[in-house]
Every structure is written in structure tokens, then in C-alpha cells.
């Protein structure tokens, strides 16, 4: 069984995104964040990227894409099968250059609505 809050699927040296808070919404999850970084080499660009992911039937969404750190908000689609499934939440982030990321953080769990 996995134990969702130590899964991992990035490492790196960037600063994660902190204050990550999750609501959902009808087919959507609405993901907000603060801009607070906690290592001197992160920055207002670096894209934030999130994975969603459905136990019961093992698959996943990503998404979305090309969000800045600074915009500290983020829609992310859900299947509408997925509706009434628990999901679990990771997000990481990724410099501009797409030459670091940060280690892969939980954001936690929510059903999908």
C-alpha cells in the first residue's frame, strides 16, 4: 500500500511552495499557495506543477501548465468519473530554465466534487 504523504517523484535543490491549500470545487480543484520561498536560488518565475492522483483507479492528472509561482493560484481540471473519489495531491516546482526542480511535496488529499 502506498503511503501517500512520502511518495515522492522529484528531487532538487529549489525551494517547494509553501501555505498550499486545496478546495474543491465541481470538476475542478482549486489549488492556492503563497509566495514565500525558503532557499535563495527560487524565484517569482519558477512554474509550479501539480499531479493528482486517484488510487482506485491509478491514474493520474497533470496540470496545469505554465504557472508561475507568483500567480499563488491554480485550476486544475478533474475527470468527471473521478467525481466522489478521494485524490491525493503532490506539487513541485520548476526553474524557468527547466534546469531545477524542487523536491516533490504532499499537499494532501480532498474528494472530488
Known amino acids: 500500500e502506498i503511503d ?8 532538487g535543490p529549489l525551494s517547494g511552495i509553501a501555505d498550499i491549500a486545496i478546495l474543491a470545487e465541481t470538476e475542478n480543484l ?8 525558503l532557499k535563495a536560488n ?8 501539480f499531479l493528482v492522483y486517484e488510487p482506485e483507479s491509478s491514474d493520474y ?3 496545469p501548465l505554465s504557472i508561475s ?4 493560484a491554480a485550476d486544475i481540471a ?3 468519473d473521478w467525481a466522489g473519489k478521494t485524490v491525493h495531491v503532490y506539487v513541485y516546482c520548476k526553474s524557468l530554465e527547466k534546469q531545477d526542480v524542487s ?3 504532499y499537499a ?6
Open 78 to 80: 478533474m475527470p468527471t
Open 103 to 105: 523536491d516533490s511535496m
Open 30 to 37: 482549486a489549488m492556492t499557495w503563497s509566495t514565500r520561498v
Open 4 to 11: 501517500y504523504p512520502y511518495a515522492a517523484f522529484s528531487q
Open 42 to 49: 527560487s524565484f517569482m518565475t519558477d512554474e509550479v506543477h
Open 108 to 113: 494532501g488529499s480532498t474528494t472530488v466534487i
Open 69 to 72: 509561482r507568483s500567480a499563488q
Open 61 to 63: 492528472v497533470i496540470g
